[in-house]
Nanobody, 121 residues
Framework: QVQLVESGGGLVQAGGSLRLSCIVSGRTSFNRAIGWYRQAQAPGAQRELVASVSRRGNLNYADSVKGRFTISRDDAKNTAYLQMNDLKPEDTGVYYC?????????????WGQGTQVTVSS
């Protein structure tokens, strides 16, 4: 079994920064695609992909966060990060970390419990 634990969320003013961490533990390799998703708390809000990094290190960002968010991974620590700068109120939501199986190219198989990010205006 694979476990993901996120941390680093909190309350921040618009324009501020936060860094989220995701520790992956359990079965073997950290050689997985990792993604950060967020879900706003409005009724009916969908979980959306914010950023991802493939097993080969290819990066992908949602248009809404390009230039402000940076995803990275430290394979030695089995940890992925999401550096979020210039935060906006619309970035508010629960942020989830997700990992692929070691043979898959996209995250979505394993999920953390989420960490709340609230950006005040």
């Amino acid at each position: 079994q694979v476990q993901l634990v996120e941390s680093g969320g909190g309350l921040v003013q618009a324009g501020g920064s936060l860094r989220l961490s995701c520790i992956v533990s359990g079965r073997t390799s950290f050689n997985r695609a990792i993604g950060w998703y967020r879900q706003a708390q409005a009724p009916g809000a969908q979980r959306e992909l914010v950023a991802s990094v493939s097993r080969r290190g290819n990066l992908n960002y949602a248009d809404s966060v390009k230039g402000r968010f940076t995803i990275s991974r430290d394979d030695a620590k089995n940890t992925a990060y999401l550096q979020m700068n210039d935060l906006k109120p619309e970035d508010t939501g629960v942020y989830y970390c997700s990992a692929s199986a070691t043979y898959e190219n996209a995250p979505g198989r394993y999920w953390g419990q989420g960490t709340q990010v609230t950006v005040s205006s």
